[in-house]
């Protein structure tokens, strides 16, 4: 019996089709993701001057001021040992950079497409709500490192100021966790603010002060139990005081109960980050 088939017509394939409007990427969509964050870096990119290197300028002017005030030889006790003082700031100082500018970039991301009325562009690409919110957590993290890796470029070149860290891999750990925090809370400014002024009293109010009050100048052991459980409480000071241990060695809180702490909130914004996106909350009307 022949083995040759009855018809010389090709062999059938499937003829499934995704009905009109329905996404046919299986998985994570890497090409959109790539390109949504890709937008993201430009955009700061763009205006770097601004974005990038007056941060540094400014963070460096702190340095520069605390130290000339109080003298090259004035030193902080820090369990136990005294560190010069412009050694101990200059870590906060650099990881306070990275934190505040990772809020700015995450808080005008979907905040000024609502206010042009081009959220569409957030919104319509096939792209998942995680990644959607991975790339813009991503460009704001991009950001808060290039920022932080120019400030510690200007303090590494500033004379009496040793900025090399003793555990780098420690640093960079709570870099990561501290940028990715306030870029979350970019993000649920974002999504709430129907202004600019909105975006502004959260970095004015609430942001900028719970940095200065993090310990980024003194060591809170110093402070009144009061204050101290306060600043306890404050969770920027976890950040602040595990970054410092990355460069100092040495820090005034356990590290790996601020990293666990830090982590944990990170899950949390991030998941309510997910859910408000994916309702569409004060994006769709």
Known sequence: MSSRPLTDAPPARSTVRSAPGVPVIRGVNWGGLKTLYVKEVRRFFKVQLQTVWAPAITTLLYLVIFTVALGARHAVTLDGRA?????????????????????????????????????????????????????????????????????????ALWPGVNVTPAHPFVALWFGLLGSVF???????????????????AVQNFVVAPLALLSGTFYSVDLLAPTFRAISHANPFFYIISGF???????????VLLGGAVILAIDVALGLLCYLLLKRGWKLKN
């Open 182 to 200: 306030l870029a979350l809370v970019g993000v649920l400014t974002s999504i709430w603010a129907e202004k600019f002024d909105h975006a502004a």
């Open 244 to 254: 410092r241990y990355g460069f100092l060695g040495i820090a005034d809180s356990p």
């Open 83 to 155: 560190v010069p003082f412009a050694d101990f700031i200059a870590p906060g100082l650099i990881v306070m950079g990275m934190i505040t500018n990772a809020f700015a970039n995450a808080s005008f991301s979907l905040l000024v497409g609502k206010i042009q009325g081009t959220i569409v562009d957030y919104l319509m690409p096939p792209l998942s709500t995680a990644e959607l919110l991975a790339a813009m957590v991503g460009g704001a993290v991009t950001r808060a490192f290039c920022v932080g890796g120019a400030v510690w470029l200007a303090m």
